[in-house]
């Protein structure tokens, strides 16, 4: 009988050692899944804070333009400095009029604000989430004028009513 008693001591003490590891194994994924939802909170966190940040894509060119008129006869060729604005984050963005900084002092200052006289726009503007905008100007009389001063490249400025300024790279005149 003594022997009996030993050999179900022997069972009681896998059984407590198999329960011991399934607990633990219980233990780990419980461990791992807490793990993995607080990954997945702090990204949907910060997807829910970058998305509703403004963006805007700003970028400047040059193109060239021909009046076509109706009897197919084609007008002067005309080139303009354009201003191209793109909203691509998810909510609308209200922008003002694109301003421009150059690399040297034109007049005293590097800020300047190249505005169009013959055509009026109503600042500040909707930009919907994938709308864009363009801002043109002739371009020929800019550049000999900015030329003249000693500025070689331009950048374009555009502010959102938040105040947050958007940036274009450099344009080479």
Not at 17 to 37: E, P, T
Not at 74 to 86: A, C, D, H, R, Y
């Amino acid at each position: 009988m003594v022997k009996y008693k030993t050999n179900h001591a022997k069972g009681f003490a896998r059984q407590r050692w198999l329960k011991k590891i399934i607990m633990d194994y219980k233990f780990l994924i419980s461990i791992y899944a807490a793990v993995i939802s607080t990954v997945v909170f702090a990204w949907r966190l910060y997807e829910f804070y970058y998305d509703r940040i403004g963006k805007l894509n700003v970028s400047v060119k040059s193109i060239f333009r021909t009046n076509v008129y109706g009897n197919g006869k084609l007008g002067n060729t005309e080139s303009f400095l354009i201003v191209s604005v793109v909203n691509i984050g998810k909510n609308k963005r209200f922008i003002e009029q694109p301003r421009f900084q150059s690399n040297a002092n034109f007049e005293g200052r590097k800020h300047l604000n190249l505005v169009r006289t013959d055509v009026i726009k109503k600042y500040p503007i909707c930009l919907e989430p994938g709308e864009k905008f363009e801002y043109d100007l002739p371009y020929n009389d800019i550049k000999e004028d900015l030329k003249k001063a000693g500025v070689t490249k331009i950048k374009a400025r555009v502010y959102d009513t938040h105040g947050k300024v958007y940036i274009s790279k450099w344009f080479r005149l």
